[in-house]
């Protein structure tokens, strides 16, 4: 019972907080949230940039690395096809 209470405190005390800034200091608040919306925008925006280019750079690494694999399977198919070519010729 005692968390219960303690989450019901903590949210009322929020409220309050909430209230008390929006009534006392409102105006400011409000143009500190306008003033942030610019940065907020200005990282966000390079943050989804950085993410693309990192997308972008793991697929052609994924790219890369599939020809690689299959360019060596590749190669130990034709290792084995020779191989069992030599095999029936020496026989």
Same mark, same amino acid.
């Given at each position: ?5 303690? *989450? %019901? ?10 209230? @008390? $800034?929006? #009534?006392?200091? =409102? ?5 500190? *949230? %306008? ?10 925006? @390079? $943050?989804? #940039?950085?993410? =693309? ?39």
């Amino acid at each position: 019972m005692g968390k219960v209470m303690a *989450i %019901l405190m903590g949210l009322a005390a929020m409220a309050g907080g909430v209230l @008390l $800034i929006l #009534f006392f200091w =409102g105006p400011l608040v409000i143009d500190l *949230i %306008l003033a942030c919306i610019p940065l907020i925008l200005l990282f966000g925006g @390079l $943050i989804a #940039f950085i993410a =693309g280019v990192s997308s972008m750079k793991d697929a052609a690494r994924a790219k890369r690395l599939e020809e690689e694999t299959e360019e060596g399977f590749q190669a130990a198919q034709e290792d084995e096809t020779s191989e069992a070519d030599v095999d029936k010729a020496t026989e």
